[in-house]
């Protein structure tokens, strides 16, 4: 069965700085896929990023990079230059095997807080 | 244009009531799903479809029963209200198997059920 583990409940971030949310994830399948959400309190759903375990390099988006140590099982999200709309929920999730596999499962979730 | 749209937005019934949240994407996706988010924010696959065929069901009570009439609909119906059953459900869609995209799900706004 495969494991999202989050190990932080929060985090605080000064405007302007960057951040690490960590995520790491259990999977005996060399095929996977990585995933991390946004949820605001406003409660929708954002989908931010993604990457493939068999992608050489690193995915970004934006302000958004996803540090991917693939031997140590772990996909952490980078949000450069911080700002207060980035006070949120944020989820990693994966899909396990291939691209046609419906089952994906999320992390407990990091609430990271932007400070002014 | 809303891509998956869900209603009600709010539900509040009585412990031992019949109710239903409905569920619509105008992505032309094949796949449907059903997540719920406990008050601690951890969401929990439910069900998944492909196609009008049911793919996931997870361990859930079987007082919660899906449809699908069509691929762009997925509905949940929960009978006999318990307490337990208060969060918000969250309905998603994917273009797995299309192709198209990295299959990230896209999600409806919620629909946060409370129980008295």
């Known amino acids: 069965a495969q494991k999202i583990t989050q190990t932080q409940p929060g985090m605080f971030v000064q405007e302007k700085e960057a951040v690490t949310l960590d995520c790491t994830y259990d999977t005996s399948d060399p095929s996977y896929g990585l995933f991390w959400y946004k949820q605001p309190s406003s409660g929708e759903m954002i989908f931010l990023i993604y990457q493939g375990s068999y992608d050489q390099q690193n995915a970004t988006e934006g302000r958004y990079s996803l540090n991917f140590q693939k031997a140590r099982k772990s996909a952490n999200l980078v949000i450069s230059a911080s700002q207060l709309g980035d006070s949120a929920m944020y989820f990693c999730?994966?899909?396990?095997?291939?691209?046609?596999?419906?089952?994906?499962?999320f992390g407990a979730g990091t609430r990271l807080t932007v400070k002014p | 244009d809303t891509a998956v749209s869900q209603t009600p937005k709010y539900l509040v019934t009585q412990m031992g009531n019949d109710k239903s949240i409905k569920c619509e994407q105008n992505?032309?996706?094949?796949?449907m799903y059903w997540y719920k988010q406990d008050s601690k924010k951890f969401l929990k696959i439910m069900f998944s479809y492909n196609n009008k065929e049911l793919i996931i069901n997870e361990t859930v009570p079987n007082r919660f029963s899906p449809k699908s009439p069509d691929k762009a609909h997925l509905n949940l119906h929960i009978n006999s209200l318990e307490l337990g059953d208060s969060a918000v459900y969250f309905c998603?869609?994917?273009?797995?198997?299309?192709?198209?995209?990295?299959?990230?799900?896209?999600f409806g706004e919620g629909s946060r059920l409370t129980v008295l």
């Open positions: 992505l032309g996706h094949d796949t």
């Open positions: 999730a994966m899909r396990e095997g291939n691209y046609n596999n419906n089952d994906m499962r």
């Open positions: 998603a869609s994917s273009p797995l198997g299309s192709g198209r995209g990295t299959g990230e799900l896209f």
